[in-house]
C-alpha cells in the first residue's frame, strides 16, 4: 500500500557492477602491487591508477569534461564495494577522487580545472591535503602557515603536518593565512602549492606502525603565483568547509573492510584458538557480527538519501563514530584473544590494530565528532 | 553471513506515504494511551483494534492493510515512543501472520482478531506472554515450528515478574505440553517476526528516552548553566543518538530483508535485535545518570520507559543469547571461507 521503503536499483548500475566484477577479476595484479610506502611500490600504484582510468573505473562520479566517467554517486558506491571485496591496491588518488577534486571542479577556474584534473585523475601529479599543522590539528581556525602577497603571487612561511603521501606528492592544496594572525576562520586562502618549487621541504614522518605514510611539509619563503589560489582570496574557510563535507560522504568500502577484520577474526578463532575457548568467543563475534550489520544498513540508508538529492548534514560525524570504535573494538578483541604475539611489528593484524587506532583522530577526532552531533543534530546548549 | 555471495546491495528510505501513515498511526496510539491503562478489554486495546493496525502484514482480501514489515517496523516504533501497552508486537507481528499462514481453517479467528473480538498473544522461551488470561489464542514458538494454542488449553496460568509492571506479562508454566495447531512454514517464523517487532518497539522507547533527557539537558540549569552544555553530558548523548541511528537503520534493513523473502532474513533480524538493544542499553544508562535524583522519582515518566525498554529488551530472547547465535553463524561462514588477513590501511 505504502510501496515499501526499497529503493530498487537501476539495470544500468546492475550492469555496472557485473562487467566491474568481471574486469577486476581479469585485471587486479596477482599477489597485489609492491608496498606504496617504497618508491617503486610507489610508482607502481601510480601506474595502476593510470590503468584504472584507461578502463573506465576512476573518477567515476566526475563529470567526463574533467576526465572522468560521467556517473553517479551509486556508480561510485558500488564500484567502492566491489573494489574493497575485491582487495583491489590501495588508491593513492582517494584523497583527490573523494574531495580535492570535487573542490576544484567547484571553486577552481576554468584554467585550473583544465590544468590540473586530469592529470590528478590519472595519477601523473599526486595531490595532497595540506590543512592540518602543529598549531591546527581539531581546532583548523588555528592555521598559522602565512602567505603574503608580493607582485603576482605569494610568498609562504610555515609548516603542515600529516600530509597523506607527503613523501610523493607534487602538489598540495594548503589552507593558509593571508590576514593578521588571530583571525581565526576570517583570513583564510586556498592555494595549491607545487611542492617542487624551492624552499619547499618534505620530511617523512614515521608512524607507531613503522611506516612513512605521513609527511611534515616545511615552508621557507616559497613563491606561489597568484593563478594558484583555489577561490577568493580570504574565502579559505569557506572552500575548506566544502572540501571537508565531500570528505564526509557515504564511503560504501568502510562496511566491506569491518566484514573483512571481522571474517578474518573468526577464521583465527577457529584456526588458533583451543578447541573449547571457541564457545567463550561466540557472543563477542555475534555482538560485533550485529555492529557491522548495523554499519552496512546505515551505508546503504544514507546512500539512498543522499541519491535522493538529501544533503549530507552532520551525518558523517555518526559513521566516523559508529565504525572507528567498531574497528577499534574489532582488533583490541583480536589482541586480547591472541595476545601480543600478534601485535608485533610487520604483521598484518599489528598494522591494522595501530590504522583502527588511528580512527579515532583521523578526519576529525572523536571528541569533535561528538562535539558536532550534540550541537547540529541534539541542539543541545553550547 | 560474512563468507559465501556477497551481501546484496539493498538501498532503503522511507516513502512520502509511509511518513503519512506513521502521522496516522501516531494519532491513533496516542488516543488510545491518552487514559488510565484499561487492561486487554479496555477502551484503549479497542481503538487500536479499530483502526485496523493489527492487520497490517495480512493482504486487503482478509480485511488486512497489506502492509511490509518495513511499514510496520514505523508503526511498532511509534507504538513504543508513545508507549503502547498490550499484545501489540504479539498480535500484529506473529499471531495475524500465523493465523494468515493456517489459511482458510483460521478465516474466521483472524477475522475476530482483526476485529479486536479475540485477543492474541505469544509466549517466548521464558512462556511468558502479555495477558494470557485474556486471550482467546497463543502463539507458541518453536525449534520445529510454530504451534498456536487455543486460550482454554493454555493450563495454569501465574503472575510473571518482569522489570516493567506495565507489560501484564503473566506465565503458563504447562503451555510446551498444550495442544495445538501447527502454524505451516512461510517465512521466517513467529519468533523472528516477534524479534524484529520488539527492536522496533525497542528504537521508540529509546528515542523517547534521548528526546526527554535532551529537552532536560536544556532546561535543567547547574553551577549557573544548562547542565546539557557540559562536554560530558553532551558526549554521552551524542552516542546514545548514534548506537540509535544505527539500529534503526539495522532495523529496517532487516525488515527490507524479510520483505524480500532473502535467506539471510534471521540473521539478520538478529542483528538488528542485538543492535536495538545495545542502543537502548546505553540510553538506559545515560539517560537515568542525565536526570541526576530527578531520575529515581516515581513521579518522573522516565523510569516507566527504563522499565519497558528492559522488559522489551529480555523478551524474544535476551540480548546475550541472540549474540551468540549470531556469532555461531559468523564462525559457520568462517568455516567455509578460506582464510583471510584483516585489511590493509588505505593511507
Given amino acids: 500500500m505504502t510501496g515499501g521503503m526499497a529503493v530498487p536499483i537501476p539495470p544500468a548500475h546492475l550492469a555496472f557492477r557485473d562487467e566491474l566484477r568481471e574486469w577486476l577479476a581479469r585485471h587486479l595484479p596477482p599477489g597485489g602491487l609492491p608496498d606504496v610506502d617504497t618508491v617503486d611500490g610507489f610508482r607502481a600504484h601510480q ?291 591472541f595476545g601480543d604475539a600478534r601485535l608485533a611489528e610487520g604483521t598484518p593484524e599489528h598494522l591494522d590494530l595501530w590504522h583502527s587506532r588511528a580512527g579515532r583522530v583521523y578526519g576529525g577526532t572523536a571528541e569533535v565528532q561528538r562535539t558536532v552531533v550534540a550541537d547540529r543534530v541534539l541542539g543541545l546548549p553550547r | 553471513m560474512t563468507a559465501g555471495d556477497p551481501p546484496e546491495l539493498r538501498l532503503f528510505r522511507p516513502t512520502d506515504a509511509q511518513r503519512e501513515l506513521v502521522t496516522g498511526a501516531r494519532a491513533v496510539f496516542a488516543a488510545a494511551v491518552g487514559g488510565a491503562d484499561d487492561g486487554p478489554r479496555g477502551r484503549s486495546w479497542r481503538a487500536i483494534a479499530d483502526s485496523g493496525l493489527l492487520g497490517a502484514l495480512v493482504g486487503e482480501d482478509a480485511d488486512g492493510l497489506g502492509l511490509g514489515a518495513d511499514d510496520l517496523a514505523l508503526l511498532t516504533e511509534e507504538a513504543g515512543h508513545l508507549l503502547v501497552r498490550g499484545p501489540l508486537v504479539e498480535t500484529a507481528w506473529m499471531a495475524v501472520p500465523a493465523l494468515a499462514a493456517v489459511g482458510a481453517p483460521a478465516a474466521d479467528t483472524l477475522a475476530a482478531v482483526l476485529a479486536g473480538e479475540v485477543l492474541a498473544s505469544a509466549v517466548d522461551d521464558t512462556l511468558r506472554g502479555p495477558d494470557l488470561g485474556a486471550a482467546g489464542l497463543v502463539v507458541v514458538p518453536g525449534e520445529d515450528g510454530d504451534r498456536l494454542v487455543d486460550g482454554a488449553a493454555l493450563g495454569p496460568l501465574e503472575p510473571a515478574a518482569a522489570a516493567d509492571p506495565g507489560a501484564r506479562l503473566e506465565r503458563a508454566p504447562d503451555l510446551a505440553r498444550a495442544p495445538g495447531a501447527p502454524v505451516p512454514r512461510t517465512g521466517v517464523g513467529a519468533l523472528t517476526l516477534g524479534r524484529l517487532g520488539g527492536a522496533a518497539y525497542l528504537l521508540g522507547v529509546t528515542r523517547w528516552l534521548l528526546e526527554t533527557t535532551v529537552a532536560h539537558a536544556t532546561a535543567r540549569t547547574q553551577f549557573g548553566a544548562p547542565i546539557g552544555s557540559f562536554q560530558a553530558v553532551r558526549h554521552g548523548l551524542a552516542d546514545v543518538h548514534v548506537e540509535l541511528e544505527f539500529a534503526r537503520s539495522a532495523v529496517w534493513a532487516a525488515a527490507g530483508e524479510l520483505e524480500a523473502g532473502a535467506a539471510t532474513g534471521r540473521t539478520a533480524v538478529l542483528a538488528a535485535a542485538v543492535q536495538a538493544r545495545r542502543a537502548f542499553a546505553l540510553a538506559d544508562r545515560h539517560c537515568l545518570q542525565v536526570h541526576g535524583g530527578l531520575g529515581f522519582t516515581w513521579e518522573h515518566p522516565l523510569h516507566r520507559h527504563l522499565k519497558a525498554g528492559q522488559t522489551v529488551a529480555a523478551r524474544f530472547g535476551r540480548g546475550r543469547d541472540l549474540a551468540a547465535a549470531l556469532g555461531d553463524a559468523v564462525l559457520a561462514a568462517a568455516r567455509s571461507a578460506p582464510r583471510s588477513a584483516p585489511p590493509r590501511p588505505h593511507i
Wanted: overall charge negative; hydrophobic content about 40%.
Fill in chain 1, 47 to 337: 601506474a595502476w591508477e593510470r590503468t584504472l582510468h584507461a578502463a573506465g573505473y576512476t573518477g567515476i562520479s566526475w563529470p567526463r569534461e574533467h576526465g572522468g566517467a560521467g556517473g553517479d554517486l551509486l556508480h561510485e558506491a558500488v564500484f567502492a564495494e566491489e573494489y574493497e571485496r575485491a582487495r583491489g591496491p590501495v588508491r593513492i588518488t582517494r584523497p583527490s577522487l573523494r574531495f580535492l577534486g570535487p573542490t576544484l571542479m567547484r571553486f577552481g577556474t576554468p584554467d585550473q580545472q583544465q590544468r590540473w584534473l586530469l592529470r590528478m585523475l590519472r595519477a601523473e601529479d599526486v595531490w595532497s591535503q595540506g590543512f592540518s599543522e602543529p598549531e591546527a590539528g581539531s581546532d583548523l581556525a588555528g592555521v598559522r602557515t602565512r602567505a603574503v602577497r608580493q607582485g603576482d603571487g605569494y610568498l609562504v612561511e610555515g609548516q603542515k603536518t600529516w600530509t597523506t603521501y607527503g613523501r610523493f606528492s607534487d602538489w598540495m592544496f594548503a589552507l593558509v593565512r593571508t590576514g593578521a594572525p588571530g583571525d581565526r576562520h576570517r583570513g583564510l586562502t586556498c592555494l595549491a602549492v607545487d611542492l617542487h618549487s624551492p624552499g619547499v621541504e618534505v620530511r617523512p614522518v614515521r608512524q607507531v606502525h613503522g611506516r612513512t605514510g605521513f609527511a611534515e611539509v616545511f615552508f621557507s619563503g616559497v613563491r606561489v603565483p597568484a593563478d594558484q589560489r583555489i577561490g577568493a582570496e580570504g574565502e579559505g574557510w569557506a572552500v575548506a568547509m566544502t572540501l571537508l563535507s565531500f570528505e564526509r560522504g557515504p564511503d560504501a568500502a568502510g562496511p566491506v573492510r569491518s566484514e573483512q577484520r571481522l571474517s578474518a577474526l573468526a577464521a583465527d578463532v577457529l584456526a588458533d584458538l583451543p578447541p573449547d575457548d571457541v564457545a567463550g568467543v561466540r557472543r563477542e563475534l555475534g555482538e560485533a557480527a550485529a555492529r557491522v550489520y548495523a554499519y552496512r544498513s546505515h551505508t546503504a540508508r544514507r546512500l539512498a538519501d543522499q541519491w535522493s538529492g538529501e544533503p549530507a548534514g552532520a551525518e558523517s560525524s555518526l559513521v566516523k563514530l559508529f565504525s572507528s570504535q567498531l574497528d577499534l573494538d574489532l582488533v583490541t578483541l583480536g589482541a586480547d584473544l
